[in-house]
């Protein structure tokens, strides 16, 4: 079975200062992972997605991921946080690759603000 | 390309009463995914279709239905409405099945009240 623990519901953090979400993952298989953002009343948008490639995943808007597979992480991290970054975080793990199914296991999700 | 688009932004029903929500895949996308996000939680997933068949379903009762057509749209129907129905019900696309390797593209959302 697959899914994902946030370890932060909150995190708040100075504008230009460094930010980290922190997630851990649980999957019987090599798993896909994926951080999606959502700002208030909007839907979903993929930041970056780890498939087994680099673990280094580099996103959009300056946000990357580690993939971690001896501690079973995938922290978000951004050198310099924007007023714009302000929004819910989802850290995301799929049904494994080849299987019939797609279906995504999402964290509780972590509220991130950005102080100026 | 065209994104996911929901239909309506948001609706206000009776309980008891049955709703229809409507999503059109993003271009080129031949399953959908719908998903509810209660208040305060992360999305939590109802069912998948791929090429109009169900094949896949999270822990929902059966009033929560739904249907793929030829153009790879979809409807999400949800009967005998309840209090705890009340959230926001995202749709979801993306090319093939079996782990979702190119990601998923979310619509906006609808977001349903229940009185």
């Known amino acids: 079975a697959q899914s994902v623990t946030q370890l932060d519901s909150h995190v708040s953090v100075s504008e230009g200062t460094p930010v980290l979400l922190r997630c851990n993952y649980s999957s019987s298989y090599s798993p896909s992972l994926f951080w999606y953002v959502q700002h208030p009343n909007k839907g979903l948008q993929l930041l970056l997605k780890?498939?087994?490639?680099?673990?280094l995943v580099k996103g959009i808007n300056g946000f990357e991921a580690e993939f971690k597979k001896s501690e079973t992480s995938f922290h978000l991290t951004k050198p310099s946080a924007h007023m714009s970054d302000a929004a819910e975080y989802f850290c995301?793990?799929?049904?494994?690759?080849?299987?019939?199914?797609?279906?995504?296991?999402f964290g509780r999700g972590t509220q991130l603000t950005v102080w100026p | 390309e065209t994104g996911v688009t929901q239909s309506p932004t948001h609706l206000i029903k009776t309980r008891g009463q049955q709703v229809t929500l409507r999503c059109s895949s993003q271009?080129?996308?031949?399953?959908v995914s719908w998903y509810q996000q209660a208040l305060g939680q992360g999305p939590q997933f109802i069912f998948q279709y791929y090429r109009e068949e169900e094949n896949g379903r999270g822990n929902f009762p059966p009033r929560f239905s739904g249907l793929q057509f030829p153009n790879y749209s979809s409807e999400l129907n949800v009967n005998a409405l309840e209090l705890d129905d009340s959230a926001l019900y995202l749709c979801?696309?993306?090319?093939?099945?079996?782990?979702?390797?190119?990601?998923?593209?979310f619509g906006s959302g609808t977001r349903l009240t229940v009185v």
């Open positions: 995301v793990v799929s049904d494994p690759w080849g299987s019939t199914l797609g279906r995504l296991y």
């Open positions: 979801a696309s993306t090319q093939g099945t079996g782990g979702a390797p190119y990601g998923y593209t």
């Open positions: 271009s080129g996308h031949n399953t």
């Open positions: 780890y498939t087994s490639a680099a673990t």
